[in-house]
């Protein structure tokens, strides 16, 4: 796993930093359990008013619930 770090050094409120926290756990705990990644990347973007995070990692991907057409195979994205 790699994580990049970019901007000005911004600090967050407690209960944006866990949130954002849990996202990053949440997603490579997917990404482990689901994906066959053999690797990923998260990303942090911050500036004043501003905090981007982008997580990708090298697994098979899934389906859209719009491409499942509603059909609801779990709740994992929705909670994040």
């Known amino acids: 796993m790699r994580v990049l770090i970019r ?3 911004v600090r967050l409120d407690a209960e944006l930093a866990l949130s954002l926290f849990r996202i990053v ?8 359990k689901h994906s066959g990644a053999e690797g ?5 973007n911050g500036e004043p008013g501003l905090v981007r995070l982008v997580i990708e ?6 389906l859209t619930d719009v491409e499942r057409r509603g059909n609801y195979r779990g709740y994992g994205l ?3």
């Open 40 to 44: 990923a990347l998260v990303k942090l």
């Open 7 to 9: 901007g000005a050094e």
């Open 57 to 62: 990692d090298s697994g098979c991907g899934f």
């Open 25 to 32: 756990q949440e997603a490579l705990q997917n990404a482990a």
């Open 78 to 80: 929705i909670l994040m």
